[in-house]
């Protein structure tokens, strides 16, 4: 599953030079340093982003976005969706072959669809595909989907990355060899996986688009952004995500504008605080209210973000088409969050400064992952701004495999501080759903809300866009009613790369969208990794 992590590109900041129009040259190695290691290389298995990153250049589409977020053709050339929205006919690629040499056709894109829809299937995502009624593949070049009804999301879920039938088909899917070694048709091919260390690509030699530039891309682990920081002056990396403190206060030397080039722009993601609901303490929405009116968000984004972000009103990126500005909000206000707490039977009944209830105390734990200073500091301030009301707040971090796999995937916590993806097309069926409210599935709070999951039906529906704004808009009010999570913030993205690299276009997509076009001139081009 492929994603882009940027929309909408505010402004560049220092050191875009205007690099005069050079032919583009081959080779050179890119460090990108990340803080999460992958937890697999079967991106239909996994929900963390750095499986996905990191599996992104091994695997197509049938579909990909291109600089504008408008789809475009990707291992499929063309496609017609029929006047009743309920058929799509995909033309796919001649001449396209897997990194193993086995030729990609139709059939691979069937067993794509098979393999979704399979219950056998470890994945999150089945949702979309459940909705195709049928599938086939008449001829090598033409895959065929009929739809049980008009299903708006349909065409952006076949940005699904494209696995090799002849090497899963069959197989158990947790365990196959393409978890630690993938095969697929990107530009380009694994190497290595040092867990918790590196993940090595070299570029694919037969890319059906072209040989990608730049020859050697390594991930490189580093769950702590401080070190990573060191790594990336001392010459150890290329391309790192900015904290908002590096990127306000220790990258504007004579050294930093020489060497590098800095970006800024509202992040594709949103950081919240999201409730167990089957934890009885947080199943009166009165409780989550007034949580949500008692943390400062505004001080979130002074304290933790520097200023680079914007308060968070639901899971719609602000200033895009889909977002609805008038929702209900929780501006601090300890006084109505007393209140409201009050009204669902806690106060403090013993005098000791913790709201009580039935004898309990109201305490809880937040859980979130290593390695990332914006949601543990913002545990931080949230855990004081509640003992200010009589709330009593644990935080425990854990390393993010652990952290997905036996925490929030089977529903182990009581609260999590954690951060989604916002995708562009703003289907959130498989997030708020009541039949995603399951282990292993992205509705890990348990939410259900008889009224949204009509709504999150009735929006798939219609290709009808103002309808389907209608219908996202009171999704968004609904959400914001009942909190679920405490939204808190958008971020700004901060990616900061070698000045050394050419080719890269900001767009509102984002900068990573051409990546198989950026390149590095020989004479400062770094050697790949022999070993």
Not at 438 to 446: M, V
Request: one cysteine or more; aromatic letters at 12%; hydrophobic letters at 40%.
């Amino acid at each position: 599953m492929r994603r882009f992590w940027g929309i909408l590109l505010l402004c560049l900041a220092w050191g875009a030079l205007p690099w005069p129009a050079l032919a583009a040259d081959n080779g050179g190695a890119l460090v990108i340093g990340t803080i999460g290691d992958a937890t697999s290389m079967i991106p239909m298995i996994t929900s963390d982003s750095a499986s996905h990153e990191m599996s992104g250049l091994v695997y197509n589409g049938l579909l990909k976005y291109d600089k504008d977020l408008n789809l475009v053709g990707d291992l499929a050339e063309s496609w017609k969706v029929s006047d009743d929205g309920l058929t799509i006919t995909f033309r796919l690629r001649h001449g396209v072959r897997w990194q193993d040499g086995k030729p990609y056709t139709a059939q691979d894109a069937l067993f794509n669809w098979r393999f979704m829809v399979d219950p056998k299937t470890p994945t999150a995502y089945s949702g979309d595909y459940m909705k195709v009624k049928d599938a086939s593949a008449p001829d090598d070049h033409t895959f065929v989907v009929h739809y049980k009804e008009p299903f708006a999301p349909g065409l952006a879920s076949w940005t699904l990355s494209q696995m090799p039938r002849h090497l899963l088909e069959g197989k158990d899917v947790r365990a196959s060899k393409l978890n630690r070694h993938p095969i697929g048709t990107g530009p380009y091919r694994f190497v290595r996986w040092d867990p918790g260390a590196r993940v090595v690509l070299n570029y694919y030699e037969n890319y059906f688009e072209g040989r990608p530039h730049i020859s050697q891309v390594t991930y490189r682990v580093i769950p702590d952004m401080a070190t990573m920081f060191l790594e990336l002056k001392a010459g150890g990396l290329d391309w790192m995500s900015l904290s908002a403190l590096q990127y306000r206060r220790q990258t504007s030397t004579a050294f930093f504008k020489k060497n590098f080039v800095k970006y800024k722009y509202l992040a594709s993601g949103y950081t919240y605080l999201g409730y167990n609901l089957k934890d009885p303490r947080f199943a009166d929405k009165r409780v989550r209210q007034g949580l949500s009116y008692a943390i400062n968000k505004e001080e979130l984004i002074k304290g933790v973000l520097l200023g680079l972000g914007q308060v968070c009103t639901g899971p719609v990126k602000p200033g895009t088409y889909w977002y609805n500005p008038k929702v209900k909000q929780y501006p601090y206000d300890p006084a109505k969050a007393k209140a409201l707490l009050k009204a669902a039977g806690w106060e403090d009944r013993d005098g000791d400064g913790i709201l009580d209830k039935d004898g309990r105390p109201f305490e809880f734990t937040i859980l979130t992952n290593q390695g990332n200073a914006y949601r543990a500091n913002t545990g931080v301030i949230i855990q004081q701004r509640l003992s200010q009301i009589g709330v009593r707040v644990k935080l425990r971090t854990v390393e993010w495999a652990a952290f997905i796999k036996e925490f929030v995937n089977k529903g182990r916590f009581e609260a999590v501080l954690l951060g989604w993806t916002i995708t562009p097309d703003p289907d959130q069926f498989d997030i708020w759903h009541s039949s995603r409210a399951q282990p292993g599935q992205l509705n890990f709070t348990y939410y259900k809300n008889p009224e949204l999951d009509k709504i999150l039906v009735a929006q798939r529906r219609t290709f009808d866009r103002e309808e389907r704004r209608a219908l996202l808009f009171k999704m968004q009010e609904i959400l914001a009613e009942d909190v679920p999570y405490t939204f808190l913030y958008v971020p700004e993205a901060l990616p900061i790369l070698a000045a050394r690299i050419r080719g890269v276009k900001p767009a509102p997509a984002g900068i990573s969208y051409n990546f198989t076009d950026w390149w590095v001139p020989k004479a400062l081009q770094k050697p790949a990794l022999t070993r």
